[in-house]
């Protein structure tokens, strides 16, 4: 199982989020949860689509983490 780095941004009246690994890759979402679900069958159609154009299943590279600043 490969598990892929998202973001998950405020967006008004609901989320978004997007896969850093892949170009594209974005969905939206009343709550966190369901953003999660939402992002799955996102990036499950991704990945079919990039295997159905001959590409091959990219391995996650991002890395999660936060970096703190003083303003």
Do not use: W
């Not at 973001?7 to 949860?33: H, M, Q, R």
């Not at 939402?38 to 990039?50: F, K, V, W, Y």
């Amino acid at each position: 199982m490969k598990e892929y780095t998202i973001v998950i941004e405020d967006a008004g009246p609901n989320l978004s989020a997007y896969v850093l690994d892949f170009d594209g890759c974005t969905t939206t979402g009343k709550n966190v949860e369901e953003i999660k679900t939402n992002m799955r069958e996102a990036i499950a159609t991704h990945l079919e689509l990039m295997i159905q154009g001959g590409e091959e299943m990219p391995e996650p590279i991002a890395l999660e983490g936060t970096a703190k600043i003083a303003v």
